[in-house]
């Protein structure tokens, strides 16, 4: 079974009617990156230093054939968390902001505005709430 791209997931949840057949979308499509990004937006103690998204060039491409992919794209968001300490302090918002286009530039145009999303804590997926993510997955975000 071919692991479905983020965007793809989110779509098949949107297109569900009930809260069972969310949670059960969620589960089948159990990945390292959809708990990651899922982990980024409803996370409380996740924050972004990014204030705003940079305009950047909508990847072309047919779906499939970009450059990159989610989970490459989520091994460098460390760089956009305050207060991480795998960050160099001589990293210049002007370098992240560089960086953060060529992340978004890799990726398919609908993953990109998922990556985007994440960044800004809103997925816009309606039903998709940290409630529904720890049901989904117990334990994934902390529990309020």
Known sequence: MAIKNIYEVLDDFRNVKTKQDRIDVLRKNDSYALRNVLLGTFNPDIQYTVTE????????MPAGMSYGHMTEALSRVYLFV?????????LTDKRKTEILIQILE???????????????????VPYLTPLLVNEA???LLPQS
């Open 53 to 60: 998204i940079p305009a950047f060039k909508r990847e072309q």
């Open 82 to 90: 305050k207060g991480n300490p795998r960050v160099s302090p001589d």
């Open 106 to 124: 890799s990726l398919e145009e609908k993953e990109a505005d998922v990556f985007a999303g994440m960044l800004k804590k809103d997925l816009n």
């Open 137 to 139: 997955f117990p334990g």
